[in-house]
Nanobody
Framework: QLQLVESGGGLVQAGGSLRLSCAAS????????MGWFRQGPGKERLFVSV?????????YADDFVKGRFTISRDDAKNTVYLQMDTLRPEDTAVYYC??????????????????????WGQGTQVTVSS
């Protein structure tokens, strides 16, 4: 069973950057597509980005990411990253990483729904001050 642990969250001023990391253990990391979601206070958990198991298919939530975030993975380190630049106060949320067995995101939802994922981390808080 895959265990996921996020890190890298914190407090940053608007316009700043953070890099989130998600370290996986207990399973075969390279078999999974890896996604990032976020959940603001009182809001639903929303898709942010996903990368396929080989890194050759990537999706972003274009409506609010708009080129500011970059997902990547390092299979040698069993880690997926989310580089977040030009942060805005509305990016404040708990950020979660998750692992999907749909390793190429071939399903009709393209790994953009929470139900596409079997394993979740505990989340890391990102707070962007204005």
């Amino acid at each position: 069973q895959l265990q996921l642990v996020e890190s890298g969250g914190g407090l940053v001023q608007a316009g700043g950057s953070l890099r989130l990391s998600c370290a996986a253990s207990g399973g075969t990391f390279r078999r999974y597509a890896m996604g990032w979601f976020r959940q603001g206070p009182g809001k639903e958990r929303l898709f942010v980005s996903v990368i396929s198991n080989r890194g050759d298919r990537i999706y972003y939530a274009d409506d609010f990411v708009k080129g500011r975030f970059t997902i990547s993975r390092d299979d040698a380190k069993n880690t997926v990253y989310l580089q977040m630049d030009t942060l805005r106060p509305e990016d404040t949320a708990v950020y979660y990483c998750a692992a999907s067995p749909d390793n190429y995101c071939s399903g009709y939802r393209r790994c953009q729904a929470t139900n596409d994922y079997d394993y979740w981390g505990q989340g890391t808080q990102v707070t962007v001050s204005s």
